[in-house]
């Protein structure tokens, strides 16, 4: 492996800082990526490159695919491997990157700052006995995924490049390895917190809040410590109502999972409702349901009191008064989400403003739909036409019975049809990574290195509300089909 400067760094727009390296060293480690034997580019995000002020042209040249296997390390890195801690599954546990490097911060040309994080790319202090290594199907499905929450407007870290080692990584067989070059506002965990908690260090706790804050929080520096856990607290209870709005289940929202920047993270066992039903799991190790569907909004809040319990000893000096703010704010969560919720459920049916039962508007529509077992974006899809304004789009008793409703709902307000369908064909995607479609590309790709598959569904699910005349990515997987089950830790 080489860490000289490229040739020509301000040809590829590298211009990397390092704030989170000042924090106290209990925060990282020291990391060096693992020498590839052979690096070969396999997927490249252009659009993101130029965000981030990047060059795609120089970074798509053959002798700099070793920069995203971290063979060649981009001028001004400074690799390490992150610290935190966890509760996975509801148990606590000491964690930090075992499989993942930080280069650096990348600052775009409009001031903005993006971790450029190397998934995949072998052992760190952190990697407690695992080999720290990736396999090409699980990168290029973190890829896809976070591309397609990009595309529907929900907050996530996305995807710069995958790239092949030209090695292989062994877990239930033997499979080509790779790595992902992951771009986040930060990785900066609710495990982060919880690591300088336990090891009873204060003053890194409060370096490690007031960092944050001033990365993520602007007009919160000097706000207090508990202000700053309200906005915490305000940002993921936005994250889980989008993601609940897209039928979309995280799979395994541990604290070392949950983001401050308010950012989807970790793209392991997640998955889309294709039928609704808000017990849904799929997982292959979620035997409770612990990160069902319909959990994320408890567990979410559940994360956030362990936030809070980290928190203590900046909340208030006197310990009993700051378990006391932290239940009164933890109290706000539920009405802070089902607000946001709501707000964009409304949106989903059209309305613009707001009436007192529109709560139960919306229950209606979704006890129907689990009931009559019907496709979750299918159906919002289904009423977002100016036929569906008009008719019941279902030739049920029931849904005639909603719609009734619906539309007397719709005619209390000031817009017109071409406004409401306009609201809602912005808000259903008529394409979401169908779980089967997502399986059949990456099957292709990893098991006979054909792209084609893997690059079609990309284009579909990066123009999500697109009316392309395509069916192939908008109809839920054939009857008779298994039940789909996702796994961790691939």
């Known amino acids: 492996m080489s860490a000289d400067p490229l040739e020509s760094p301000t040809a590829a727009g590298w211009n990397l800082d390092h704030s989170y390296s000042r924090l106290p060293g209990l925060f990282f480690r020291k990391a060096a990526p693992a020498p590839a034997k052979n690096s070969g580019l396999v997927v490249f995000n252009d659009a993101l490159a130029v965000s981030l002020g990047l060059n795609p042209e120089t970074l798509q040249q053959p002798d700099q695919a070793a920069l995203f296997t971290g063979n060649l390390l981009p001028p001004g890195a400074n690799p390490i491997a992150q610290a935190y801690a966890g509760h996975q599954f509801g148990h606590f546990t000491t964690l930090g990157d075992g499989r993942a490097i930080l280069l650096g911060e990348q600052l775009t040309p409009d001031g903005r700052r993006f971790d450029i994080q190397l998934k995949g790319s072998g052992r760190t202090a952190f990697s407690r006995g695992g080999d720290g290594l990736a396999a090409l199907g699980p990168m ?86 508990l202000d700053f856990f309200h906005a915490v607290m305000e ?45 849904a799991v799929f997982s292959s190790i979620d035997h409770a349901g612990r990160y069902a569907y319909s959990a994320q909004p408890p567990i979410a809040r559940w994360n956030l009191a362990r936030l809070a319990e980290a928190m203590i000893p900046l909340l208030h000096e006197d310990g009993k008064k700051a378990v006391e703010l932290a239940n009164e704010a933890l109290h706000q ?115 006979h290195g054909d792209l084609s598959a893997f690059n079609k569904l990309l284009a579909a699910i990066t123009q999500p509300f697109a009316e392309t005349g395509d069916d192939e990515f908008t109809a839920p997987p054939p009857a008779g089909s298994p039940r789909y089950q996702t796994f961790c830790g691939t």
């Not at 920047?261 to 998955?271: F, L, Q």
Request: hydrophobic share 40%; charged share 20%.
């Open 333 to 447: 969560f539920e009405g802070i989400f089902q607000n946001h919720w709501l707000d964009g459920m409304r949106t989903k049916l059209g309305l613009s403003n707001e009436e007192a039962d529109d709560r139960v508007l919306v229950q209606q529509l979704l006890d129907w739909m689990h009931q009559s077992k019907q496709d979750f974006t299918g159906t919002f899809r289904s009423l977002s036409t100016e036929a569906a304004l008009d008719q019941p789009a279902f030739p049920d008793a029931a849904f005639a019975a909603w719609h009734a409703a619906w539309k007397a709902r719709l005619s209390r307000q000031a817009d017109g049809p071409a406004e409401i369908l306009y609201r809602m064909q912005s808000h259903n995607p008529r394409v979401i990574p169908r779980n089967h479609k997502v399986e059949e590309a990456l099957n292709t790709a990893t098991q």
């Open 140 to 225: 290029l499905r973190e890829y896809l995924i976070s591309e397609a929450m990009h595309a529907l407007g929900i907050p996530t870290t996305r995807s710069l490049a995958v790239a092949t080692t030209g090695e292989s990584v062994f877990r239930n067989e033997e499979l080509p390895g790779a790595v992902l070059t992951r771009v986040a506002a930060s990785h900066i965990r609710v495990g982060t917190f919880q690591w300088a908690a336990a090891h009873e260090d204060r003053a890194a706790l409060e370096a490690l809040a007031d960092h944050t804050r001033r990365r993520h929080f602007p007009g919160f520096e000097e706000a207090s410590h």
């Open 235 to 279: 940002r993921q209870a936005s994250l889980v109502a989008k993601w609940l709005q897209v039928g979309f289940i995280h799979g395994v929202m541990n604290t070392d999972n949950m983001a401050l920047s308010g950012e989807t993270i970790d793209y392991g066992p997640c998955a889309f409702l294709d039928r609704y039903d808000p017990t």
